[in-house]
């Protein structure tokens, strides 16, 4: 049907899809919010997340940009946006559009 938005559930489950999510995370051309959720430790199951992403993803779509993060990723990640921006074990972050990392007297701010 012409005009709609397929569903795709975004698994990030390696070091390189991670570092290809922080570079669309820090993109200044990036107009939308990206939800990231997370499996629990340990896990690559993309349906133990605390909510129902497909769901969500219905929801939403064309709205956010949405994808899960595997236990392993959600660390590599880390590196890339700083402990203070990282997501894990369930928990779920809101990147909204021109999120960069900035240092004002020694601590980092998410704008």
């Known amino acids: 049907m012409a005009g709609r938005h397929r569903l795709h559930l975004r698994i990030v489950s390696t070091p390189e899809e991670a570092d290809k999510l922080a570079d669309f995370l ?3 051309d ?3 919010p990206v939800v990231a959720a997370t ?6 199951d993309p349906e133990q997340t605390i909510i129902p992403v497909r769901n969500f993803i ?3 779509v ?3 940009h949405t994808v899960v993060l595997t236990s ?3 660390y590599a990640l880390r590196e890339r946006t700083g402990s203070e ?3 894990y074990k369930r928990a779920i972050r809101t990147y909204h559009p021109g999120f960069v990392r900035t240092r004002i007297n020694g601590l980092t701010t998410p704008w």
């Open 30 to 32: 990036r107009q939308h």
């Open 26 to 28: 820090l993109s200044s």
């Open 85 to 87: 921006f990282s997501v």
């Open 58 to 60: 219905r929801r939403t």
């Open 39 to 44: 499996t629990p430790a340990h896990s690559e």
């Open 72 to 74: 392993v990723v959600s």
């Open 62 to 64: 064309g709205f956010v």
